[in-house]
């Protein structure tokens, strides 16, 4: 893998090594989240919640093909994806993706243990998932046995009786939203006051556009990869529109066989 932005002395040397793999603390240190002396002031560094999102793209925009995220990603995109889930506090998914993708809780990673407990977080990421309606199957193991209990963000108009078959789970319902909708911002925020400031949303493309109108989003890993599929698949946000584009800034860039693995921070 190269690193072709920023353009820095590791730039030279990753540039000369084409075709090694990086390790996965390589990894990590690329994908560090925010608060250190030369990132951005917000992050955990700050005591603020930091959102990014992980998706992937073909060239002409889908974000899936046959319904799935996978046929369009590579070996080392699912190595950014386990490492951008190692790092962070909670997972943010919404409910049609844990159906789609048959989501499983997070796992500990030994390779990671050593990270995590330096930076005071837990053997694995929470994975929060939401959902209006709660209509998702709780006997799945996200909710039966995962290694750190899964939470649940839905609004305050959510059926009585769908929480109760939730939480005999063992699972944590949050309410952050009005009526039957959760709202981004109170998400985040209830997600921060949990003491979850390193969030991580994988999608789907609905809720991501959703955190998109909201202005929550920090930072967007997007991995462009090397096909076309044509057809009406999706686009990697959907959903409600903005009045006005919101402005990212490239912080870092990196390939290898033609994906290109794509860092972009809030203007």
Known sequence: ??????????????????????????????????????????????????????????????AQHDG?????????????????????????????????????PARARKEFAARREAAGQGPAPAVAVVSAGLELDFSLPLFTSPLVPTLILTGAAADPHRIAAAEKTGTRVVVAGDGMGVDPARAVHALAE?????????????????????GVLDELCLTVSPMLTAGDAQRIAGGPSVAVP??????????EDGFLFTRYHRA
């Not at 190269?2 to 793999?21: D, K, N, S």
């Not at 979850?196 to 998109?212: A, C, D, K, N, S």
Request: glycine share 12%; proline share 7%.
């Open 68 to 104: 799935r995220s996978h046929p369009i990603s590579s070996a080392t995109d699912m190595r950014i994806f386990g490492t951008l889930r190692a790092l962070a506090d909670v997972v943010v998914v919404g409910a049609e993706t844990v159906r789609q993708e048959g989501y499983r």
């Open 194 to 214: 949990l003491g979850h400031t390193r969030l991580l949303t994988e999608g789907g493309p609905r809720l991501l556009g959703q955190m998109i109108a909201a």
């Open 1 to 62: 893998m190269r690193r072709l932005f920023p353009v820095t002395q590791e730039t030279v040397i990753t540039t000369a090594e084409p075709g090694r793999e990086w390790t996965l603390d390589e990894l990590a240190d690329a994908y560090a989240y925010p608060g250190n002396p030369n990132g951005p002031q917000r992050g955990p560094g700050g005591g603020e919640p930091w959102l990014r999102a992980n998706m992937v793209s073909t060239l002409d925009g889908a």
């Open 246 to 255: 919101h402005h990212f800034t490239l912080a870092s860039l990196l390939e």
